[in-house]
């Protein structure tokens, strides 16, 4: 499940609804770029979304003609174009400038090294590497720390190879993170090293997670209640993510996820994990993409995160 790159925000029977989207289609000039209609309706809502009045649109999260110390708002919201006339539209030529940059749906490539471009998280039985994955995984969870190589011995044995073997082919496929010794410091979606989201699992264990994906995917993948914490990367506030039978609880009720990455190629824990955080509200989400320009992405909301998370990670220790 993919969010719209472009949100359109408006009150119920807003006169200037059409008019904005026939103006986003002829601007996207053929793109299949998805546009998402969203009817706010009162000044929580619109606060909760950063909305200044209606229309107001969004993309990638963020209202590229937002006005510094415009107050959120379900008013009627004017805007100018080229030659300073009044309008209830961003004109088509003030879109077709936001937009240039916003891919088709089929270029998205945002979540790929989440997901290491569709292959999935879960190593391939062959070779020993599924099995020494899962042990790793599974030490994680029952210690909240990385094994040792001798920690691993009799599993990769079964397989006929050396565990150093088996996890320097784990992550040379990305299955896992090694640092420069050749021990283990990451195994997606855990990290051996303190990070801004630590999940309490529910034997009392604490461990870290690389990211805010990677955390909401640990209750998925150990089936079992779990406590995500983290922080606002801009404000610092915190954010908690219950998770019990199955249900998610979030605080605050409008924390977002953002999910970005660097250009270039290289393992996810480098080149995205970054970029996957937690943030209060949408307002500190947006401050924080205008300052990380060299993170493009997007920010999506708590069921996408969720859901992103959990078809991520929810497979890997499954039984073959």
Request: charged fraction near 25%; aromatic fraction near 6%; proline fraction near 6%.
């Amino acid at each position: 499940m993919n969010a719209p790159r472009i949100t359109v925000l408006t009150v119920p029977g807003c006169p200037h609804a059409p008019l904005v989207r026939d103006r986003i289609t002829v601007a996207l000039a053929g793109r299949a770029v998805e546009v998402g209609l969203v009817e706010v309706r009162g000044a929580a809502e619109a606060a909760r979304w950063g909305m200044t009045g209606s229309p107001t649109v969004l993309v990638d999260g963020v209202d590229p003609f937002a006005v510094p110390g415009a107050p959120t708002s379900v008013s009627c919201r004017l805007y100018r174009d080229e030659v300073g006339a009044v309008d209830g539209a961003p004109s088509v030529e003030a879109l077709r400038r936001v937009l240039a940059g916003v891919k088709g749906c089929c270029e998205d490539t945002v979540l790929d090294a989440i997901g290491r471009a569709g292959r999935g998280r879960r190593a391939p039985a062959e070779r020993g590497l599924r099995a020494v994955q899962q042990a790793v995984l599974r030490y994680f969870a029952a210690t909240g720390s990385a094994p040792t190589e001798a920690d691993l011995e009799s599993v990769a044995a079964d397989a006929g190879r050396t565990p150093s073997d088996v996890l320097a082919e784990l992550d040379a496929e990305d299955f896992l993170s090694l640092d420069a010794e050749g021990g283990v410091r990451a195994a997606y979606p855990f990290s051996a090293t303190e990070t801004r989201h630590k999940v309490r699992l529910g034997g009392g264990v604490e461990v870290w997670s690389l990211c805010a994906i990677d955390a909401l995917g640990v209750a998925a993948m150990l089936d079992q209640d779990t406590q995500v914490t983290s922080r606002d990367p801009v404000d610092s506030r915190r954010i908690t993510v219950a998770f019990t039978d199955g249900s998610a609880r979030w605080e605050p009720e409008e924390a977002v996820v953002f999910v970005g990455r660097r250009a270039g190629e290289g393992p996810a824990a480098d080149v995205c994990c970054e970029a996957l955080n937690f943030f209060a509200d949408r307002s500190t989400a947006e401050v924080w993409t205008r300052r990380h320009p060299e993170f493009p992405g997007r920010i999506i909301s708590q069921d996408e995160a969720l859901v992103i998370g959990a078809r991520t990670f929810g497979p890997l220790l499954a039984d073959d």
